[in-house]
């Protein structure tokens, strides 16, 4: 026993490498696994182990069973590998070789009701689970992701304290990990990070549509530059300006690559998580259909060519530009955190407004000013709208929103994100809508009734129509 450790690493990629090296880093002893594929993966853990001096003291495995055999009950396995048909396949491989009370944490971008059901199937077997999301990518998983956890809290007191070492730590020194609920409340959570990020992505993508017509791409590059260090901040921002410093034989770099947008899905979940919930998320199915359209290339070069492509020029300024950007911004994270709580309320989830913020504050790849000013918000309040930062920012740069609205339409440049995002902060501040109509002529053709001003909400009243 006495040379035996606890938690043993799943899956070699580039994130499981990236988090043993952390746990190692951290001084948590563990064990690596790779599968063994013949002529395609041969040798993977200890390959990792020989690259990194970290994990020279790792133990490193391609039998699975040895594997376990070399890890001390309660074992904490972290799993980190693709999500889906790969992950099912490995469970059941690895339950029957577990003993009662060992630990297993999908690390993975999982489903959350994948993480559901998992959950349910390992408590019975009387094995302790939990779903995370990780984020940060490579460098995050290496020096400090954000853990979005979910599943058994008996399983999360286990490892709350490795969890708080490898996890990113925000300007007060907390942890960038938190439980959010039991089953797979941690991966819900890291999903509509995703469709955020997702969301944040094509407002930079927009951004540079637009410069691109009225600055130079290196005047565009220093833009972005400056505005990262302003309120604006964020890593997508950071490495959006980093990247189109890039240059192959005097041409960017950006240029040199297709312009179609390609995904793993996270986004369509959350696009459709939002449907399950009827709650709003325009931006992030905003986001996800312009990757769908991008990747038409034939047919947009058609289109290009029977209609006319986009003008050349724009009556746009900077500062008008990066006002657009910011409030378009606010209304992505108010969506999303009002996804949130909407789940709460489906899913009899307590998941705290203010405790997300801290986790995606640092760490993950929507890391930004924002966040922070979010925790701060949800501390005492709850809508992001009626926030002082984000009625300041409406004053000072609604006209300016409008107008860049306004030029993209004039200049037939397609802005999905902050088009949506002005649609949504338009409809949202409609005391009286049309929604009226709808109903109405729901009522028309289908009888499906309607709620009459000053009535009570029990009966559904017709209209005098006659058909
Ligand atoms: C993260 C990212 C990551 C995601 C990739 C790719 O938080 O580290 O969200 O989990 O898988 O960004 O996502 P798409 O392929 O769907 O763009």
Redesign the pocket.
Known sequence: MKNKVQWGMIGMGVMGTSLSRNFAQKGIPLALYNRFEKGKEEGVAELKKASYPELKSAQAFENLAAFIAALAPPRKLFMMLPSGKPTTVFLKKLVPLLSEGDLIIDGG?AHFEATNKNARWLKKGGFLFLGIGV???EE?ALKGPSLMVGGDPKAYALVKKDLHLIAAKNKNQKACCAYFGPGGAGHYVKMI??GI??AEMQLLAEVSALGRVFLSHTRLQKALKEWNATESKSYLLEITAALFSYSEENRPFIDLIKDQA??????AWATAAATALAYPNTLMASALHARFISAFKTDRETYAHTFGDYAQSLDLSLSELKKSYDLSRWINHHQGFELLSAANKTYNWTIELNEVATVWAEG??IKSTLLEQCIKHFEKNRSLLLSESFYELLKSGKAAWKKTLQQAITSEIAVPCMQAAWTTFSALKTKESSANLIQAQRDFFGAHGFERIGQSEEELQHGPWAQ
């Open positions: 971008n984020s940060g990518g995050g990070h995703n990020e997702y390609s995904n793993k899905g996270t986004g993950c790849i």
